[in-house]
């Protein structure tokens, strides 16, 4: 039989990085989900992404127990990596502080395809380049895909 679910918590943490204070502590707690069981399961899960932000969202149960599912990084984040910047544009459209080009928006949005609601390549990179330009990051060239 299936369990009834309680409710869900959604979370950023660095992959690895996992501790019971906060935020991860008093999220958990407040719901009486067992903090360390968490931490272990989520650091042992995300070794291998070790330092990148990641989403998670967990699902709690009427008898405390608990699943949670690890997403893609956020685009923004990943944007920043690409750019090597440590912050978007406080003006993004005043001043510009990098450029990238189609190709990496492509790799972007195919790794973060998973996490968006669209169907094609080139709607994820269409949500990509948007979300670059918010952040005063330029895309380089003409949109490769069909118009």
């Not at 690895?16 to 008093?26: F, T």
């Not at 995300?46 to 990084?73: M, R």
């Not at 169907?119 to 990509?128: H, N, Y």
Request: include cysteine; charged fraction near 20%.
């Amino acid at each position: 039989m299936a369990k009834e679910v309680a409710g869900q918590i959604k979370l950023q943490i660095k992959g690895g990085a996992a501790n019971p204070s906060p935020p991860v502590g008093p999220a958990l707690g407040s719901k009486g989900i067992n903090i360390m069981e968490f931490c272990k399961q989520f650091n042992a899960r995300t070794q291998d992404k070790a330092g990148k932000v990641l989403p998670v969202v967990i699902t709690y149960y009427a008898d405390k127990s608990f699943d949670f599912v690890v997403k893609t990084p956020p685009v923004a984040i990943q944007l920043l990596e690409v750019s090597k910047q440590k912050s978007g544009s406080a003006e993004p459209n005043r001043k510009k502080i990098s450029e990238i080009t189609w190709e990496q928006v492509k790799t972007i949005a195919e790794d973060k395809m998973v996490d968006l609601n669209c169907f094609t390549v080139e709607s994820a990179m269409r949500m990509v380049a948007g979300t670059a330009r918010s952040m005063g990051i330029t895309v380089k060239g003409a949109f490769p895909g069909n118009n």
